[in-house]
């Protein structure tokens, strides 16, 4: 009982990341219909940014309960300047061009970032200043401490901040009817470059945070580390159904469990066959079982209606 | 010649080809301030091509413009939004997952300006924008008819609310001239009748209204004057009774065959 919600608290934090970052792809595939696989890379330099202020006003001298917040402010800010730059030079050119011809400049600009963060950071392991003390609570057994708790009900604010811009705001509203028909929205006034460069610019910052909250919570940060995180959000997000934005929260929180508990109970499963190293097959076995049984996810609307 | 002085829309030797085809040619006619036009016409004899040169989605390949006195380029549809020129089109086209209330309030973008750091921050003249915005689009749909599923998603709505609601949408951007492209398609004869109501109240309030119609006799009793297109040329235009008499006209109905 104690491993089975140890995996439960696990997964909800681990879920609640994948949710942030999958909330990017769905809003830039509802809008768009592009799946922006640069977005992972967007959470690396994210972490990579804050790593490196954070660095460098606590070496300054500044407290780390100001240096904190500092440091994710402007991880946030360079990467809303980097995910418009990416929508403008890669994407907008082409937004006109056969589909596959994004998705390929996509992988590029994923490369490039990848090796533009290779040349500036390093090839090697960055340790993450721990700077929230872990107090480990106990919860009927299992184990949960500080940064997870925050990880956690920021992951859900941020969430909820976004869902009342989304829905309650007329930037949103604009998201929305561009999202349905840019055509239309274009006709009632709707400026649909500055729609789409926001959406970037929100689903960047967004990235930025999941970046942080990762490296914080395994204490490391590398110039690889986005790729399969981005890939596993990217299945959240189709498991939910990609371009509906409830659906990547609820396919993200799903993923973490999903693959919390598989990793958890995998070994007694098996028979010691298959240890938790494993754990990364259950988010693509997802993918998979999805992509075949259920293509518009759990909560996405048939394809039809976009067309 | 038409006075210019008081024409809306002046359009001059429009013509428009799509490869070798020719749909239109040397089409000009002028669409006076206050009244409602009509564009007439057999199957395929290119009113929709005009409708859609006139509203900015197609470049015409020759010809050109004059809007309330300004020359406009065509191709920039955004632009003329902002010019006054407002569309409905022939298979409605609203923002489906979007309130009735939220479609109209699109349509209010055109003519309002709070930025993104507004939205994001909710400052005061942000809120009191919205505010009026929400009046203002709460009141365009009582004007067509359609106040009390404000607060359903668009596809939700009957056929004919959603052709009102597109309507709504349309004068929520101030339209100077309001261009329906078929708004009686599909449409019962009550909804037609309410549908003509609705337009004389509209050209009441002042707004010109351009209206591309296949029921020839919802022209005849609502339309001040006709143009009547046929093979991409305009073969007559003036008042609805004269029109009907016009040899040519009626050589285009009946040898045509198409209706």
């Known amino acids: 009982?104690?491993?089975?919600?140890?995996?439960?608290?696990?997964?909800?934090?681990?879920?609640?990341?994948?949710?942030?970052?999958?909330?990017?792809?769905?809003?830039?595939?509802?809008?768009?219909?592009?799946?922006?696989?640069?977005?992972?890379?967007?959470?690396?330099?994210?972490?990579?940014?804050?790593?490196?202020?954070?660095?460098?006003?606590?070496?300054?001298?500044?407290?780390?309960?100001?240096?904190?917040p500092l440091s994710i402010s402007l991880a946030m800010l360079g990467c809303m300047v980097l995910g418009y730059s990416i929508e403008r030079i890669a994407y907008r050119p082409l937004r006109h061009a056969p589909r596959l011809a994004p998705l390929i400049t996509a992988i590029g600009v994923s490369i490039v970032l990848q090796n533009l963060a290779m040349m500036i950071w390093g090839r090697s392991y960055h340790s993450f200043p721990q700077l929230i003390a872990n107090n480990p609570h106990n919860i009927g057994g299992a184990i949960i401490n500080n940064i997870q708790i925050i990880i956690f009900v920021l992951a859900l604010a941020f969430m909820a901040g976004l869902m009342v811009v989304v829905n309650r705001t007329r930037l949103g509203r604009a998201m929305r009817a561009v999202a349905e028909n840019q055509h239309a929205a274009q006709l009632m006034g709707v400026d649909i470059n500055r729609v789409i460069s926001i959406t970037f610019m929100i689903g960047s910052a967004l990235a930025a945070i999941a970046g942080v909250m990762v490296s914080a919570n395994y204490g490391l940060a590398h110039y690889y580390m986005g790729f399969i995180l981005g890939l596993k959000a990217f299945t959240a997000a189709v498991l939910g159904g990609i371009g509906n934005l409830r659906g990547a929260m609820l396919g993200g929180l799903l993923l973490g469990l999903i693959e919390s508990l598989g990793a958890g109970y995998i070994g007694d499963l098996t028979g010691g066959f298959f240890g938790s190293n494993y754990q990364d097959v259950f988010a693509f076995f997802v993918l998979i079982a999805v992509l075949v049984l259920r293509p518009s996810g759990l909560l996405g609307e048939r394809l039809a209606e976009r067309a | 010649m038409p006075h210019t002085e008081d024409a809306l829309l002046l359009a001059s030797h429009i013509g428009k080809q799509f490869g070798g085809l020719s749909a239109l040619d040397d089409v000009s006619l002028h669409i006076r301030r206050g009244e409602i036009y009509g564009l007439i016409g057999p199957n395929g004899a290119g009113k929709t091509t005009l409708f859609n040169v006139i509203t900015g989605l197609y470049q015409p390949s020759a010809g050109g413009f004059q809007f309330n006195g300004m020359h406009y380029e065509s191709g920039k549809p955004h632009l003329l939004a902002q010019a006054g020129i407002a569309r409905t089109f022939q298979n409605i086209r609203l923002f489906a997952n979007l309130t009735a209330l939220e479609n109209v309030m699109i349509g209010r973008h055109v003519r309002t300006r709070a930025g993104v750091f507004g939205a994001l921050l909710r400052d005061r003249g942000t809120r009191k924008e919205e505010h009026a915005i929400t009046?203002?689009?709460?009141?365009?749909?009582?004007?067509?008819?359609?106040?009390?599923?404000?607060?359903?998603?668009?596809?939700?709505?009957?056929?004919?609310?959603?052709?009102?609601?597109?309507?709504?949408?349309?004068?929520?951007t101030e339209p100077l001239l309001l261009a329906l492209d078929e708004p009686a398609a599909g449409m019962n004869a009550s909804e037609t009748e309410n549908l003509k109501t609705l337009l004389k109240t509209i050209r009441?309030?002042?707004?010109?209204?351009?209206?591309?119609?296949?029921?020839?006799?919802?022209?005849?009793?609502?339309?001040?004057?006709?143009?009547v297109l046929d093979y991409g040329k305009k073969i007559a235009e003036g008042a609805p009774e004269e029109v009907r008499k016009d040899p040519a006209v009626i050589a285009a109905y009946l040898g045509g065959g198409g209706d």
């Open chain 1, 1 to 68: 009982m104690e491993i089975f919600l140890q995996q439960i608290i696990n997964g909800l934090v681990q879920g609640s990341v994948y949710a942030l970052v999958a909330l990017g792809y769905t809003m830039v595939y509802g809008i768009l219909g592009l799946i922006n696989f640069a977005h992972g890379e967007v959470v690396m330099i994210g972490a990579m940014l804050a790593l490196s202020s954070l660095t460098a006003l606590l070496g300054w001298g500044v407290t780390p309960l100001l240096a904190l």
């Open chain 2, 135 to 172: 009046v203002r689009a709460r009141e365009l749909l009582r004007y067509v008819g359609i106040e009390k599923p404000a607060q359903t998603l668009a596809k939700h709505l009957s056929y004919g609310e959603q052709r009102r609601l597109e309507i709504a949408r349309a004068l929520a």
């Open chain 2, 204 to 227: 009441t309030s002042g707004v010109t209204v351009l209206l591309i119609e296949h029921d020839v006799k919802l022209i005849m009793g609502l339309c001040d004057r006709v143009a």
